[in-house]
């Protein structure tokens, strides 16, 4: 991410000072005149990938244009407990406003990057990827997935434009109209624009099947064991490219990997993360 931050991260930075209510700080107003300078260092207290910087630095020139903010590690960095990340110097008022803000985006986006990085890292050498869900935080769609992308993973659909994804319910739609499964696929290519590929939803062999004589382009194996999915891995036969979702966890992404296929969707990357830990400390010169 480049400091020339999309306008919908610069509206969400906003929305988040106005929720924190950072210009109607009692406490800062009462405590610390705005003559007092202070430099503040923000710092790595667990081992992790970052990512989350620009944002960051964004959110404290939000509050005073004034602060000299520097960037001492690029997103995708490895991270120690006690390494730096980005000093940030100039009226401590302004700095005492932002912090909290600056920490919640960076600690949330490292913490997506650090979870991504150890599935990326559970199944190297299998030429499978790791790849990230719809399942975020409203609003924080772009910072989510971006920060899939910087601890290693891929991108599946930003959102519902960027596709054709027939999942369940949609396949419960058409049954409804007493159509079969590949009819719902044919249904779908026929009609699709020659830029976008058809993804199907499966739970069965026989839906397996279905969907690779119809022309999907990309099957998703949803919830099945590792020895069915290996056996829709050998009945696909690079047909399509074929996806794995649904119960994923570390312990069992690696087996999934070695089944042949090409992608491995994890939706707790994103709707669940753990933050990392990551602190500011204040000093002000004597």
Same mark, same amino acid.
């Given at each position: 991410?480049?400091?020339?931050?999309?306008?919908?991260?610069?509206?969400?930075?906003?929305?988040?000072?106005?929720?924190?209510?950072?210009?109607?700080?009692?406490?800062?107003?009462?405590?610390?005149?705005?003559?007092?300078?202070?430099?503040?260092?923000?710092?790595?207290? &667990? =081992? +992790?990938? !970052?990512?989350?910087?620009?944002?960051?630095? *964004?959110?404290?020139?939000?509050?005073?244009?004034?602060? $000299? @903010?520097?960037?001492?590690?690029?997103?995708?960095?490895?991270?120690?407990?006690?390494?730096?990340?980005?000093?940030?110097?100039?009226?401590?008022?302004?700095?005492?406003?932002?912090?909290?803000?600056?920490?919640?985006?960076?600690?949330?986006?490292?913490?997506?990057?650090?979870?991504?990085?150890?599935?990326?890292?559970?199944?190297?050498?299998?030429?499978?990827?790791?790849?990230?869900?719809?399942?975020?935080?409203?609003?924080?769609?772009?910072?989510?997935?971006?920060?899939?992308?910087?601890?290693?993973?891929?991108?599946?659909?930003?959102?519902? &434009? =960027? +596709?054709? !994804?027939?999942?369940?319910?949609?396949?419960? *739609?058409?049954?409804?109209?007493?159509?079969?499964?590949? $009819? @719902?696929?044919?249904?779908?290519?026929?009609?699709?624009?020659?830029?976008?590929?058809?993804?199907?939803?499966?739970?069965?062999?026989?839906?397996?099947?279905?969907?690779?004589?119809?022309?999907?382009?990309?099957?998703?194996?949803?919830?099945?064991?590792?020895?069915?999915?290996?056996?829709?891995?050998?009945?696909?036969?690079?047909?399509?490219?074929?996806?794995?979702?649904?119960?994923?966890?570390?312990?069992?992404?690696?087996?999934?990997?070695?089944?042949?296929?090409?992608?491995?969707?994890?939706?707790?990357?994103?709707?669940?993360?753990?933050?990392? =830990?990551?602190? !500011?400390?204040?000093?002000?010169?004597?």
């Amino acid at each position: 991410m480049t400091q020339q931050l999309p306008p919908e991260v610069l509206n969400l930075i906003d929305a988040a000072l106005t929720e924190d209510q950072v210009f109607n700080d009692p406490t800062t107003q009462t405590l610390v005149p705005d003559a007092i300078v202070g430099s503040g260092m923000l710092r790595a207290k &667990a =081992d +992790g990938v !970052l990512a989350g910087g620009p944002v960051a630095a *964004a959110v404290f020139r939000r509050i005073d244009p004034s602060l $000299d @903010v520097a960037l001492l590690l690029d997103d995708g960095a490895p991270l120690a407990p006690g390494q730096d990340i980005a000093s940030v110097s100039g009226p401590a008022a302004s700095i005492l406003r932002a912090e909290r803000t600056a920490l919640n985006f960076m600690q949330r986006m490292s913490g997506i990057a650090t979870a991504t990085s150890h599935y990326v890292q559970a199944i190297a050498g299998t030429g499978a990827r790791i790849v990230d869900t719809r399942k975020t935080a409203p609003g924080h769609r772009y910072l989510d997935k971006y920060s899939v992308r910087m601890g290693g993973g891929h991108n599946h659909r930003l959102n519902l &434009a =960027d +596709g054709i !994804l027939i999942k369940d319910n949609h396949i419960e *739609a058409r049954a409804w109209l007493e159509e079969r499964l590949g $009819d @719902v696929v044919r249904r779908a290519i026929s009609q699709a624009s020659h830029t976008i590929r058809v993804e199907v939803e499966v739970e069965s062999l026989e839906q397996v099947q279905e969907a690779v004589n119809a022309g999907a382009h990309i099957i998703m194996l949803d919830n099945m064991p590792v020895p069915l999915m290996q056996q829709a891995v050998n009945i696909i036969a690079g047909r399509a490219s074929v996806e794995a979702s649904g119960g994923i966890t570390l312990q069992t992404v690696r087996a999934v990997a070695e089944t042949g296929v090409n992608l491995i969707s994890i939706g707790n990357l994103t709707h669940s993360p753990d933050a990392l =830990d990551i602190s !500011l400390d204040l000093e002000f010169p004597r």
